[in-house]
């Protein structure tokens, strides 16, 4: 995909500002290796960071996928189990508990609270997360400290993105029409792509993944209406002129 041009977005064009949380504002791949490492070397599995990301881009869409919703501490918890079931173990029943419970120890990315606080001075600022309410209330709490107009989290729309559901249930709740909104995110699979195809303006946040390989997300082709490399020239490119 070829880069975006950030000149080209207009920041005096957009009243709302919803961002993607994992991946986007906290390092979910950090945070995702960081609880599974425990668990492959408690069952002496070895696998590179490259593999352990392509498992669980793999097994997690699988999950979600499925014919009934199931919460994201849900999803975590049958993901870990058939990454292990590939590798030839049997994740336990604490483990997998321990691996649902763990997004909200995934640290946020050091430039993410400076810069949304930035951005709270000129935007209404949302939220549309693939995960559960209390599952975010801790990111929000201990990771991200900011407060947020409106959040859409999976567990209240039955629904993981790509789906379109929380989308549409933002621009519901805020009454702001996706002209007016720009959807600022990492993964172009889970959320540039079904923005933009809704007629949100999206602007990737490409932090590249320090893993070779695609990382945690499945691989997509989607053309961002503009690219920066984090959030904290999210904020430049977007904040008042001085």
């Not at 199931?70 to 918890?77: A, E, N, Q, S």
């Not at 508990?97 to 430039?111: I, L, M, V, Y």
């Not at 989290?153 to 709740?173: D, G, I, L, W």
């Not at 702001?176 to 993964?187: D, G």
Request: glycine share 8%.
């Amino acid at each position: 995909m070829a880069a975006s041009d950030a000149t080209l977005l207009d920041p005096g064009g957009f009243d709302l500002l919803t961002f993607d949380c994992y991946g986007t504002l906290v390092d979910w791949e950090g945070g995702i290796l960081a609880a599974l490492r425990p668990v492959w070397d408690a069952h002496g599995c070895a696998a590179t960071d490259a593999d352990l990301m392509a498992g669980f881009a793999r097994f997690e869409h699988e999950v979600q996928g499925g014919n009934r919703f199931r919460r994201y501490r849900d999803v975590l918890g049958a993901t870990l189990t058939r990454m292990g079931e590939s590798m030839g173990f049997r994740a336990t029943a604490a483990e997998q508990a321990a691996f649902g419970a763990s997004p909200g120890e995934w640290p946020a990315f050091p430039d993410t609270v400076d810069a949304l606080r930035r951005l709270a001075k000129r935007y209404k600022l949302g939220i549309v997360s693939n995960v559960d309410d209390d599952l975010f209330a801790r990111t929000q709490r201990e990771q991200l400290r900011t407060e947020f107009d409106w959040i859409v989290t999976a567990e209240q729309v039955n629904s993981y993105k790509p789906a379109p559901r929380h989308f549409e249930e933002m621009a519901a709740r805020s009454g702001i029409p996706p002209e007016r909104t720009l959807h600022v995110a990492q993964s172009l699979f889970h959320d540039v792509a079904p923005a933009t195809a809704l007629g949100y303006a999206t602007l990737w946040v490409n932090r590249r993944s320090p893993v070779r390989g695609g990382g945690a997300t499945p691989p997509a082709t989607a053309r961002p209406t503009a690219e920066v490399q984090d959030m904290a020239t999210a904020a430049e490119l977007l904040s008042e002129p001085a």
